[in-house]
């Protein structure tokens, strides 16, 4: 049922979206309708204006009304379009919001499937939204039982095709969505806390891990230019700068806390890449890479 209500949300979103001159409440449902989650049945006016109410204080979308023309539309359309959330939930929901109502098309169209995100991440963000507690039953990779305990959801993370919830529990920590067993949600209220940044915790970082104990470095990178076009298109880091170009080659510059996801993502390139320095961290890659190459000998 959550899901559904989710769903809702981003479809009206993307249908408001793209009509930048507006809709009726009418047009809406005439829309609404016509799609396959809808049954055939109207959304009721104050269900909309709840949905409204909803998609504000989750996503800061504004959805407002034009007195003049008595047309809905997104006030400030412009955030979209700037990356975040907001620019995530149109390319992902609403495609497949999209694909949904083109039933022809679905065979044609493969996508990555985060199958975390199903079950626990509504509850997840309704508990962020309510700023209420959550019970969780989690076990990780690493321990042969599960634990449970009382849970404050700060922010969530995708990667890799996986979702995180970063919170607090006996201090701040990190867990994958696949790995929470049981979620209950609780009448206990928390604050997340004013100095927590969720774009500041990972800035220096890729990927999910966060070590306190990594320190941010000057790195560089040799990358053969087929594999170049790639990182210019799809940068790994947002610190990424491309400081020498050849015909063969480039050189990219990253200031990065190297923890072990950055480590696995340079490894994933293969003979495309080359550490240049620090010369530490050379000879890191180099000695995986060297035990690597002993397992075909």
């Known amino acids: 049922m959550a899901s559904n209500l989710f769903n809702r949300y981003i479809w009206l979103v993307d249908t408001i979206y793209r009509q930048p001159e507006g809709l009726t409440f009418e047009e809406i449902n005439e829309k609404w309708e016509r799609s396959s989650s809808s049954d055939g049945n109207p959304i009721p006016l104050r269900t909309f204006h709840n949905h409204r109410a909803a998609i504000e204080e989750l996503f800061e979308i504004n959805i407002e009304c034009n007195k003049s023309t008595y047309k809905y539309f997104i006030d400030n359309a412009g955030d979209l379009e700037k990356g975040g959330v907001r620019r995530w939930l149109l390319n992902t929901f609403a495609v497949n919001n999209l694909i949904n109502e083109s039933h022809k098309l679905k065979q044609r169209i493969l996508f990555e499937d985060i199958p975390s995100g199903q079950q626990f991440l509504t509850t997840i963000i309704e508990a962020m939204r309510d700023g209420v507690k959550l019970e969780m039953t989690y076990q990780s990779y690493w321990n042969d039982n599960a634990s449970t305990f009382i849970f404050e959801p700060y922010f969530v993370k995708v990667f890799k095709q996986r979702w995180y919830v970063i919170g607090r529990s006996d201090k701040v920590r990190i867990h994958a969505l696949d790995r929470i067993q049981e979620l209950v949600t609780s009448s206990t209220k928390f604050s997340m806390p004013a100095d927590l940044d969720p774009v500041a915790y990972f800035f220096d970082y890729f990927g999910i891990i966060h070590d306190v104990d990594v320190s941010t470095i000057e790195l560089k ?4 230019s087929g594999q170049a076009n790639y990182l210019r298109a ?16 480039s050189i990219f510059t990253y200031y990065i806390k190297p923890t072990f996801d950055f480590k696995q993502e340079i490894l994933s390139l293969g003979e495309d890449v080359e550490v240049i320095s620090p010369m530490a961290f050379r000879q890191e890659i180099g000695k995986v890479a060297k035990k690597m190459s002993e397992h075909y000998q």
């Open 234 to 249: 799809l940068p790994l880091h947002h610190s990424q700068k491309e400081t020498e170009r050849t015909t063969k080659s």
């Open 221 to 224: 990178l040799k990358i053969s």
